[in-house]
């Protein structure tokens, strides 16, 4: 009994040796990890918290290797397979545009891209509305790759940057009011606007008058 005991204690100090080992190689190079064989998950979450793509050359790493992989970076996430929702939501979170390399996300991951980069919509096919919604609210601009967006997102992308009308096609009206009360100058980029536009955008600022050849505008932006 005493000498199975013994040898238990031994196997268990040998393998504590090798771990930290295992650890102090690592923490000198990251890229030996490539080179151990069966790494502890002590050692692989101490590579990949320095250089996440060190997943690569790990074997079905556990969902907390995986996570401190892609907390480092998320592009990494190309490199794990069927990562879970979880995971994907941290690789979005630390950078929007990794849901590029992940299949068919969620729409709960991808409002997280677009929260944490509202342009990371361009990777998404096919956004709902609310997708969309959120992305122009966080960067108007970002409506350039949006197919068809609705007047709703439309609204909304020129209510955050009014100079985003460049990119909508055949505004309304009411875009177009939206787009010059929230800078007036952009009325240079509306073409044939109405009196009731060129109204509004000398109102909200008069330097606008130099684009305008209404004489109601004209006026009031003299006056």
């Known amino acids: 009994m005493i000498l199975k005991e013994n040898k238990m204690n031994l196997c268990s100090k040998k393998k504590t040796f090798i771990e930290m080992a295992q650890l102090v190689i690592v923490q000198k190079d990251v890229h030996a990890i490539q080179h151990i064989k069966e790494p502890s ?118 209510g955050q940057n009014g100079y985003v009308i460049k990119h909508i096609k055949d505004p309304s009206e009411e875009v177009k009011l939206a787009a010059v009360g929230q800078d007036g100058l952009v009325i240079q980029y509306i073409e044939n606007p109405s009196e009731e536009v060129q109204l509004a955008a000398v109102r909200q600022n008069a330097l606008a008058v130099a684009f305008v050849n209404s004489l109601a505008a004209i006026d009031h932006a003299m006056l």
């Open 41 to 158: 998950e002590e050692a692989q979450l101490a590579a990949v918290r320095r250089d996440g793509y060190i997943i690569q050359y790990i074997k079905e790493p556990s969902e907390e290797v995986q996570l401190a992989a892609v907390g480092q970076n998320g592009y990494v996430i190309i490199h794990i397979k069927e990562p879970s929702e979880k995971v994907q939501l941290a690789a979005v979170n630390q950078i929007g545009g990794s849901i590029g390399y992940i299949k068919e996300p969620s729409e709960k991951v991808q409002l997280a891209a677009v929260n944490q980069i509202g342009s990371s919509i361009a990777y998404i096919k096919e956004p709902s509305e609310k997708i969309q919604l959120a992305a122009v609210e966080k960067n108007g601009y970002v409506i350039q790759y949006i197919k068809e967006p609705s007047e709703k997102v439309q609204l909304a992308a020129v």
